[in-house]
T-cell receptor, first 111, second 115 residues
């Protein structure tokens, strides 16, 4: 059974801090890893990673994948209160249909 | 495009009642997924369709749950009879065919409370 584990489960930091969120996985025949941001409603897509060592970047957010060690990190620099959300990691594999999601990291940015 | 549209947004019902959740995927998206989200278990895939055909329903908890997709623009998830443990947020998501099939666009969710 595919497994995706995120850490920490929750994190409280001050505005301006840099945070690193972790995602490790055990899947059959990995295809891709995706990051989503979920505020009060639907998860919204952030990044898709398929190759090791290639950083994806969007503004203050960046992510990288390590297929040898089976993990990914999501970095957010100069955090703002609007970054407060649950960040979900999901993995696509040939061993399971659809995406397998981790339970998420609940990030709270304090002013 | 208005995105993935779900209804109702909130539903409160009593144990034993039938619940029907509805979803309109994005036009042109061949894949439709139903997920359930709870604090304890996170997001779990219930069932997904490809071109209106159910492909994998192994995530459906039990026979009380059923899903249909009569056409490319509409799907329902039905729970009959409902139980308190079914309380959760139910998300519908859709995706394009081909290489984009793994990038899901989610609806706003239907929050179900069974008393």
């Amino acid at each position: 059974e595919d497994k995706v584990v995120q850490s920490p489960l929750s994190l409280v930091v001050h505005e301006g801090d840099t945070v690193t969120l972790n995602c490790s996985y055990e899947v059959t025949n990995f295809r891709s890893l995706l990051w989503y941001k979920q505020e009060k409603k639907a998860p919204t897509f952030l990044f898709m990673l398929t190759s090791s060592g290639i950083e994806k970047k969007s503004g203050r957010l960046s992510s990288i994948l390590d297929k040898k060690e089976l993990f990914s990190i999501l970095n957010i620099t100069a955090t703002q209160t609007g970054d407060s959300a649950v960040y979900l990691c999901a993995v696509e594999s040939s061993g399971a249909d659809g995406l397998t999601f981790g339970k998420g990291t609940h990030l709270i940015i304090q002013p | 495009d208005a995105g993935v549209i779900q209804s109702p947004r909130h539903e409160v019902t009593e144990m034993g009642q039938e619940v029907t959740l509805r979803c309109k995927p994005i036009s042109g998206h061949d894949y439709l997924f139903w997920y359930r989200q709870t604090m304890m278990r996170g997001l779990e895939l219930l069932i997904y369709f490809n071109n209106n055909v159910p492909i994998d329903d192994s995530g459906m908890p039990e026979d009380r749950f059923s899903a249909k997709m009569p056409n490319a623009s509409f799907s329902t998830l039905k729970i009959q009879p409902s139980e308190p443990r079914d309380s959760a947020v139910y998300f519908c998501a859709s995706s394009l065919p081909g290489p984009g099939a793994n990038v899901l666009t989610f609806g706003a969710g239907s929050r179900l409370t069974v008393l």
